[in-house]
């Protein structure tokens, strides 16, 4: 399908609603509502690609991987209206889509969950705690495997 005649139309509509020409205060309003949308075989294409990629059974398409898709034919951000299209293609041909995929899973329905030491964050902010964040008995700081007790050296490691 080509965007022929949908350019002409632009093109004419332009012409009747700016006979001298557009003025200069006026081309970022029209380009905000003339911005890029996908084609009906863009939709068709990035679905593809989409459905091509997932993983069987199959697993739900995420709106995090069409967006990248949509912004590899359009080179900029997707739009939510495109977004939607493609969800609704991928759905009426029986692909699941994840329209939220960065909510985090819901609590069990007592409201507790199992949590364990490594869910926590480290002191440093680097990430989750381990064993080794935890600090000495008498506060000195986060012990690292250097710190570890070892033997003492035997007579020959003493000597330089």
């Given at each position: 399908m080509?965007?022929?005649?949908?350019?002409?139309?632009?093109?004419?509509w332009?012409?009747?609603g700016?006979?001298q020409?557009?003025?200069?205060?006026?081309?970022?309003?029209l380009?905000?509502?003339?911005?890029?949308q996908?084609?009906?075989d863009?939709?068709?294409?990035v679905?593809?690609?989409?459905?091509?990629e997932?993983?069987?059974?199959?697993e739900?398409i995420?709106?995090?991987d069409?967006g990248?898709?949509?912004?590899a034919?359009t080179?900029?951000?997707?739009?939510?209206?495109?977004?939607?299209?493609?969800?609704?293609?991928?759905?009426?041909?029986?692909?699941p889509?994840?329209?939220?995929?960065?909510?985090?899973?819901?609590?069990?329905?007592?409201?507790?969950?199992?949590?364990?030491?490594?869910?926590e964050?480290?002191?440093?902010?680097r990430?989750?705690?381990?064993?080794?964040?935890?600090p000495?008995?008498d506060?000195?700081?986060a012990?690292?495997?250097?710190?570890?007790?070892?033997?003492?050296?035997t007579?020959?490691?003493?000597?330089p």
């Amino acid at each position: 399908m080509s965007d022929r005649p949908l350019v002409a139309r632009i093109i004419a509509w332009l012409r009747a609603g700016y006979p001298q020409g557009v003025p200069d205060h006026d081309y970022v309003p029209l380009l905000a509502i003339l911005r890029r949308q996908l084609s009906e075989d863009e939709v068709e294409h990035v679905s593809g690609e989409l459905i091509n990629e997932a993983a069987p059974p199959p697993e739900p398409i995420s709106k995090i991987d069409a967006g990248v898709k949509i912004s590899a034919v359009t080179q900029e951000l997707p739009h939510e209206a495109d977004l939607a299209r493609v969800q609704q293609y991928l759905e009426e041909h029986g692909f699941p889509f994840d329209d939220s995929p960065l909510n985090p899973p819901s609590p069990p329905p007592d409201g507790r969950g199992a949590r364990s030491a490594s869910d926590e964050p480290s002191p440093d902010g680097r990430g989750a705690r381990s064993a080794s964040d935890e600090p000495f008995p008498d506060g000195r700081g986060a012990r690292s495997a250097s710190d570890e007790p070892r033997d003492p050296p035997t007579p020959d490691e003493d000597q330089p």
